[in-house]
């Protein structure tokens, strides 16, 4: 996503797949972008804000 979208976006989009794929686990997409750009790695900052872990 760097390569793509340069910095801080690629940051801003991490975080963005990570709120959406917690706020609507049932739709894929969101999932399968972090897993594409970020080896499925969600943006701790925004699982800890959204869940409180």
């Known amino acids: 996503a760097h390569d793509i979208?340069?910095?801080p976006d690629d940051l801003k989009f991490q975080?963005?797949?990570t709120t959406f794929a917690i706020a609507d686990a049932?739709?894929?997409r969101f999932t399968r972008a972090l897993e594409r750009f970020y080896a499925g790695?969600?943006?701790e900052q925004s699982v800890t804000l959204l869940?409180?872990?």
């Open 5 to 7: 979208l340069g910095s």
């Open 15 to 17: 975080s963005c797949m």
């Open 26 to 28: 049932a739709d894929p």
């Open 41 to 43: 790695r969600r943006d």
């Open 51 to 53: 869940t409180g872990d």
